[in-house]
């Protein structure tokens, strides 16, 4: 065992969510403790797309917090060689219709985004091609979203806890979580790991997937699922594929409740080279099985959007659980019947982009500060505890 350690905050989870909590507490001047039962960005973060994305989120606390988490994300890419490290790319993103109807229904969204404070620019059928050549032909039109970015997630997240650790924080893998401590009237103490406990009187769930298992060690439900989803990865290739680009059915997928497949294309070229090619969503708990139908369906609506990828090789694929809550929404804040415990987790596959808006909200609340958005909408204890059946 390991001697104890001590500090002000207990970060749990060193994906990007849990690195950027950890690095915007310890800017904050909180002495900062992350740890992770595996190695940082060994979950969801690295398995995730890297994306930055407003193009997606309807009007709502969801979309203020990803405008915000932009700003923060540039913020960090304009610091000394943070925008290479983490392989940042305004690049922006397209998002495309194949028919009239769904062109109205982009149109109609992207109505309500601008208000917000998105940038949704209108692409007719004979300018798609000025912004992406590649595309299929015949599409009926589409919305283009400068402020859509994309960073290389475990790049990005490995930086991040650089950052971090060179400001004060101390890093902790391979440590896992096995107790939440607390005091005689119920506060959070600390945390007690495979290596020793780690006293402090805030802790702070990213964990992720697995962010409701850690909730449970501190005595409160947070109805944290999987949400599989995969993505193929091709050869290198020149650039060409510009944006980010995806069909309009994504957006519905995203939202949906379904616990079935759904495929949506959605394709991104990257600074490396290979082309990305997602996405799919499936509630199949933790089943880590690779699944034919799942790519073909992938490689197929790929290939629908840019003809070009169906003389590409794909190279491999990967896949990962989203950590999803019911109503699409992380939980991020104190939670009010542990105190001390704060979450910042359930952000489904928006977590990457989310992540510095996420933990900058954090740091100020661990900060006794006011924080920039309204938090109300992503308290951790929105949900109702669930019905246990008494024995009979």
Known sequence: MTKSLTCDVVVVGAGMVGAASALYAVRAGLSVVLVDRGPVAGGTTGAGE??????????GPELELALLSGRLWADLAAEAGV?????Y?????VVVASAPEGLAALERFAVGQRPAGVEAVSVAAGELHDLEPCLAKGLAGGVLYPQDAQVMPTLAAAHLVRLARAAGAELRTGWTVTEVLRTAAGAVRGVRTSHGDVHAPAVVNAAGTW????????GVSLPV????GFVLVTEPLPRRVRHKVYAADYVADVASDSAALQTSPVVEGTAAGPVLIGASRERVGFDRSFSLPVARALAAGATRLFPFLSEVRAMRSYLGFRP?????????????RVPGLFHAC???????????GTGHLIAQVLAEKAPDLDLAPFRPDRFPDPVTEEAP
């Open 50 to 59: 890297g994306n930055l994305l407003v193009s997606d989120k309807e009007p």
């Open 83 to 87: 925008a290479g490290a983490v392989e």
């Open 89 to 93: 790319e305004a690049k922006g993103g």
């Open 211 to 218: 962010g409701g298992e850690l909730a449970a060690l501190a």
């Open 225 to 228: 699922l999987p949400r599989r």
């Open 324 to 336: 999803y809550l019911p109503d699409h929404l992380p939980a991020i804040g104190p939670d009010a």
């Open 346 to 356: 359930g952000h489904e596959g928006a977590g990457i982009g989310l992540a510095t």
